[in-house]
């Protein structure tokens, strides 16, 4: 049975850090990608930093670039935030998906996932 078990959401202050982590279980973790995907109210669901776990190449949004590190550690994928703002409000979902090939933006497409986990509420606010 495939489960996607998220935690580390919370609040933080602008500025601030959280480490989200994901714990996989139930497939073979080497043969997918594994994303974090962020929602928040009124938006659509949106693909934030992605990892590639049988070689850990990694991929971020630019909206995130240099502040998210995204992180493999054994059968878990860590989301590491660091600086955050008030827009990374949201609703943060890890998600793991199958394909020959991750090249260009493909995985920013939520529908290239399959499994996905419940979701952890972040909250950035003074």
């Known amino acids: 049975q495939v489960q996607l078990v998220e935690s580390g959401g919370g609040l933080a202050q602008p500025g601030g850090s959280l480490r989200l982590s994901c714990v996989t279980s139930?497939?073979?973790?080497?043969?997918?990608?594994v994303a974090w995907f962020r929602q928040a109210p009124g938006k659509e669901r949106e693909g934030v930093s992605v990892?590639?776990?049988?070689?850990?190449r990694t991929n971020d949004a630019d909206s995130v670039k240099d502040r998210f590190i995204i992180a493999r550690e054994r059968n878990t994928i860590h989301l590491q935030m660091n600086d955050l703002k008030p827009e990374d409000t949201a609703v943060y979902y890890c998600?793991?998906?199958?394909?020959?090939?991750?090249?260009?933006?493909?995985?920013?497409?939520?529908?290239?996932?399959?499994?996905w986990g419940q979701g952890t509420q972040v909250t950035v606010a003074s």
């Open positions: 139930g497939f073979v973790l080497d043969a997918y990608g």
């Open positions: 990892i590639i776990a049988a070689t850990e």
């Open positions: 998600a793991a998906g199958r394909r020959r090939s991750w090249s260009g933006n493909v995985w920013r497409r939520a529908l290239e996932f399959g499994y």
